[in-house]
């Protein structure tokens, strides 16, 4: 079922200092900033070669990532998002499993075009699991 890493996920309070970490002192290719206000963050990607960072800063009121941020001030990692062929049967399989999967349940169209979901981090040892429909 589980496909390819797709990216890690970083909540950062700055997404213009953070871009201009990877992009000036790592030497990265860091993509434009995207606003996905039906997530509540602004992403920038960074292109790894074999996968990508996704740097995430909240947007708007309510934001699914101010907590956290509140938690780790100065940002950390947020997320891992793997692939999956088929993003309906996962969660069925998942959820039968007994794993819980945040929001109303049903996939919402992510960053990348694509339908994404994310899992309850008590049930993936400590960490929030995106999943997105490769
Ligand atoms: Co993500």
Do not use: W
């Amino acid at each position: 079922m589980l496909g390819r890493l797709n990216h890690v996920a970083i909540a950062v309070p700055d997404l213009a200092a953070a871009s201009a970490i990877y992009r000036d002192t790592l030497g990265a290719k860091v993509s434009a900033p995207q606003a996905l206000p039906e997530h509540g963050v602004t992403v920038v990607f960074v292109d790894t070669g074999n996968s990508k960072i996704e740097l995430l800063e909240p947007l708007g009121e309510g934001s699914p990532i101010a907590s956290f941020l509140e938690k780790n001030p100065s940002g950390g990692m947020h997320h891992l998002c793997y692939e999956v062929d088929d993003i309906v049967s996962a969660r069925d399989r998942l959820k039968a499993s007994g794993a819980r999967v945040l929001g109303d349940g049903n996939p919402k169209i992510g960053a990348h075009g694509k339908p994404v979901l994310f899992l309850h981090p008590k049930d993936f040892a400590g960490t929030l699991v995106e999943l997105e429909q490769a």
